[in-house]
């Protein structure tokens, strides 16, 4: 019961924090380390997503998927150094750092390994990970960027470090219980719906980590 309000109570959080809509000033300019964000994939217009219901086949973990409501709660994802490794809360993400992306109403992480996507037959992608969000490396994550960081206002692309393919959404949709969400795989080369951009979300900067401050958008 405690991990289960703990759950509840950090995404109502979140939710509040990303629909306050009082700083319409500077814009945070960089994706940084602990940051909580929605990530949009460029191509579909469509957020990564995730939520407590397992592939049917495969590796029958926790399903990643896309989705075109911008205010659902479960496509919220924070910014996280790799396996054993600490990031600086608030640092700018350089691209080709490493990280994990951790989905904040379960706990689990971004993950992909060999197993066949359920409907396009290319690489799963789907959630891992322990009731304290530990995994393995097959939840590493390469920021592919020009310049050197991850701006909010580019477009990335997401590598796996373990198989060297790139997150990307397929086209497809799901039935129930997931009716109208799309397949999100992993493929081979970086074509465009491998593009992602930051959304709405929470984005900590290091010179206001001392006095709590942050810059969020509008759900």
Same mark, same amino acid.
């Given at each position: 019961?405690?991990?289960?309000?703990?759950?509840?109570?950090?995404?109502?959080?979140?939710?509040?924090?990303?629909?306050?809509?009082?700083?319409?000033?500077?814009?945070?300019?960089?994706?940084?380390?602990?940051?909580?964000?929605?990530?949009?994939?460029?191509?579909?217009?469509?957020? +990564?997503?995730?939520?407590?219901?397992?592939?049917?086949?495969?590796?029958?973990?926790?399903?990643?998927?896309?989705?075109?409501?911008?205010?659902?709660?479960?496509?919220?994802?924070?910014?996280?150094?790799?396996?054993?490794?600490?990031?600086?809360?608030?640092? /700018?993400?350089?691209?080709?750092?490493?990280?994990? +992306?951790?989905?904040?109403?379960?706990?689990?992480?971004?993950?992909?390994?060999?197993?066949?996507? /359920?409907?396009?037959?290319?690489?799963?992608?789907?959630?891992?990970?322990?009731?304290?969000?530990?995994?393995?490396?097959?939840?590493?994550?390469?920021?592919?960027?020009?310049?050197?960081?991850?701006?909010?206002?580019?477009?990335?692309?997401?590598?796996?470090?373990?198989?060297?393919?790139?997150?990307?959404?397929?086209?497809?949709?799901?039935?129930? /219980?997931?009716?109208?969400?799309?397949?999100?795989?992993?493929?081979?080369? /970086?074509?465009?719906?491998?593009?992602?951009?930051?959304?709405?979300?929470?984005?900590?900067?290091?010179?206001?980590?001392?006095?709590?401050?942050?810059?969020?958008?509008? +759900?």
């Amino acid at each position: 019961m405690t991990k289960h309000f703990s759950t509840i109570f950090y995404m109502i959080f979140v939710y509040f924090m990303c629909n306050l809509g009082i700083t319409q000033g500077a814009r945070a300019k960089y994706v940084t380390c602990g940051s909580v964000l929605k990530l949009m994939n460029v191509a579909y217009n469509m957020r +990564l997503h995730s939520h407590d219901v397992k592939y049917g086949t495969g590796s029958g973990q926790q399903s990643v998927t896309a989705t075109e409501i911008q205010e659902d709660v479960n496509s919220h994802w924070v910014i996280r150094a790799k396996t054993n490794r600490q990031c600086e809360r608030g640092a /700018p993400v350089s691209c080709g750092d490493i990280v994990r +992306l951790q989905h904040v109403g379960t706990k689990k992480n971004l993950h992909s390994h060999h197993f066949s996507s /359920p409907l396009s037959g290319n690489q799963e992608v789907s959630c891992y990970g322990d009731d304290n969000g530990e995994g393995d490396t097959g939840d590493h994550w390469e920021v592919i960027c020009s310049g050197e960081h991850w701006l909010r206002d580019a477009s990335v692309k997401l590598k796996h470090v373990d198989t060297d393919m790139y997150l990307a959404v397929s086209g497809r949709t799901f039935g129930r /219980p997931i009716n109208g969400q799309m397949e999100v795989m992993a493929i081979h080369h /970086p074509r465009a719906e491998g593009d992602w951009k930051a959304a709405e979300g929470i984005y900590i900067h290091a010179n206001e980590v001392k006095d709590h401050s942050h810059v969020h958008t509008e +759900l």
